[in-house]
């Protein structure tokens, strides 16, 4: 059932830190902010050079407070600093936090503590608590488990990350899940698309082009189907790994159309034109909007975000860099487009119903009032 965010509030103040702002992360924190009527503070720092994150400080309607990050060592090793936590947990005097459930964050567990010696509640926002390998693994495992304990409850991107924290020992009832939304409810109804192709069928990437993205897969899968279900191949998008991603294109599927940065109405009309929308790689916010605009979906696994995104009732989840998982799952799309069309209903279902950034709110709204002693 679809909540109302405007039924659901949090009646005190909120301050939630993040290493970064990423810029699409912006209206999700504006909305959270429109339903704390104590007011929103968000606490953020710079990115490293070498990280293609594009960030932003300006906010609509929450307050931002800027952080001085000390990024410190690389890899494995990285810790982040961040100067400043508990100055401005002192000025916002908040009545909760939502901090990222991030050991590498050093002053996390001080501003943790600051809350806990005021009698404030503070919320974890993570991906889930996958095994931990490599390096300095039983340190790691040890600091993460010091954090995570430490906390009110948690709330997980995603079903697999929340059964992660149940496996790791806390508390079921101390873990909620807001879905990992990019795209508001959909307002508008699905393009209307006829029960066939019209012509060949037309296959979508929409995205940032970085190596992640593995289009390379993409031009080698459809290149290797049959004649008859030779698609149309639309790429949208620009980054540093364009020409890169062309190269292999014109080696394998050499008419794949590389279309830029499309925003806008201009994008709308593509993902209108498109009957079936593919992500190889990792990554990808687009999914959910192409889900919104009645499109089923190949997606590559990943964090387990797109496991809630991508089911049978309407795409597919592949391996990553799998490509003969691709190619086969791209000849059975594409063999029967009433099932494609039938799937991309379900995609707009649950992008309507349970997937956007109202139904996130109202998840983090009701996971602040179940942990806070504030009216």
């Not at 503590?113 to 495992?141: E, N």
């Not at 797109?306 to 597919?316: H, K």
Request: hydrophobic fraction near 40%; charge should be positive.
């Amino acid at each position: 059932m679809t909540s109302s965010i405007d039924s659901l509030t949090f009646h005190g103040r909120l301050a939630i830190q993040q290493r970064v702002l990423p810029a699409y992360r912006a209206p999700f924190f504006d909305a959270l902010a429109t339903v704390c009527k104590g007011g929103m503070s968000l606490f953020a720092g710079e990115v490293r050079l070498q990280e293609a994150i594009k960030t932003t400080t300006e906010l609509q309607i929450a307050h931002f407070a800027p952080a001085h990050n000390r990024h410190i060592l690389g890899g494995p090793f990285y810790i982040c600093r961040q100067d400043g936590f508990i100055e401005w947990l002192e000025d916002q005097q908040p009545d909760a936090l939502i901090v990222e459930a991030n050991p590498r964050y050093i002053n996390t567990p001080k501003g943790i503590s600051w809350m806990q010696q005021h009698g404030r509640p503070v919320l974890g926002w993570g991906l889930g608590a996958p095994p931990i390998t490599g390096r300095l693994r039983g340190i790691r495992d040890r600091a993460r488990k010091r954090l995570l304990f430490s906390l009110d409850g948690i709330i997980s991107y995603s079903q697999r990350g929340a059964k992660e924290y149940r496996t790791l020992g806390l508390p079921p009832d101390r873990i909620f899940v807001a879905y990992n939304a990019a795209s508001p409810r959909p307002t508008k109804p699905p393009p209307k698309r006829p029960p066939d192709f019209q012509g060949p069928p037309t296959v979508l990437f929409v995205g940032r082009l970085q190596a992640r993205k593995q289009l390379g897969n993409l031009f080698k899968a459809c290149t290797a189907q049959p004649p008859e279900r030779k698609p149309r191949v639309l790429i949208i998008g620009d980054g540093p790994d364009r020409k890169m991603f062309e190269r292999q294109a014109q080696d394998h599927f050499p008419q794949a159309e590389f279309l830029g940065a499309k925003h806008g109405a201009e994008l709308e009309e593509f993902f209108a034109l498109a009957d079936l929308f593919v992500l190889p790689g990792t990554g990808g916010l687009a999914v959910q909007q192409a889900m919104s605009h009645g499109l089923p979906v190949i997606v590559a696994q990943g964090d387990g975000t797109q496991e809630d995104l991508a089911r049978p009732e309407n795409g597919w989840l592949i391996p990553p860099n799998d490509l003969e998982a691709l190619t086969n799952t791209l000849g059975e799309a594409l063999s029967d487009s009433v099932r494609l069309r039938r799937m991309g209903a379900e995609s707009y279902r649950i992008t309507a119903e349970e997937i956007n950034l109202d139904e996130m709110v109202a998840a983090f709204v009701k996971s602040l009032n179940q942990v806070s002693k504030s009216p």
